[in-house]
């Protein structure tokens, strides 16, 4: 069973930086996409970035040019780099991974998802 546990959430003041971490278990098999979400009290959770699997990323409009995602594969980890905080970026963030069908039908298919660090940040 694909585990996704995320680390590094806190409290920070406005224009300063985080790193969140995302530790995956349960296979050997590396995710097509892995991505961020994030989630404000009382709002729908929201993408934040998507790395695919030949490390093409991509992020919301939002956070492009502050948050950078990134994978490192011999520890099964996916990061989010975030600099320049606003107040906006408060919410809970959650890690997805997304697994397509392998040959022979050995690994996990569809989307995990982890339980989420929460990200505060003060103006």
């Known amino acids: 069973q694909v585990q996704l546990v995320e680390y590094g959430g806190g409290l920070v003041q406005a224009g300063g930086s985080l790193r969140l971490s995302c530790s995956q278990s349960?296979?050997?098999?590396?995710?097509?996409?892995m991505a961020w979400y994030r989630q404000a009290p009382g709002k729908q959770r929201e993408f934040v970035a998507s790395?695919?699997?030949?490390?093409?990323?991509n992020y919301s409009d939002f956070v492009k040019g502050r948050f950078t995602i990134s994978r490192l594969y011999t520890e099964n980890t996916l990061y989010l780099q975030m600099d320049s905080l606003k107040p906006g970026d408060t919410g809970t963030y959650y890690c997805?991974?997304?697994?397509?069908?392998?040959?022979?039908?050995?690994?996990?298919?569809?989307?995990?998802w982890g339980q989420g660090t929460r990200v505060t940040v003060s103006s």
């Open positions: 790395i695919t699997n030949s490390d093409i990323a």
């Open positions: 997805n991974a997304q697994f397509i069908l392998q040959p022979g039908g050995s690994g996990p298919v569809g989307d995990y």
């Open positions: 349960g296979t050997l098999i590396a995710a097509k996409i």
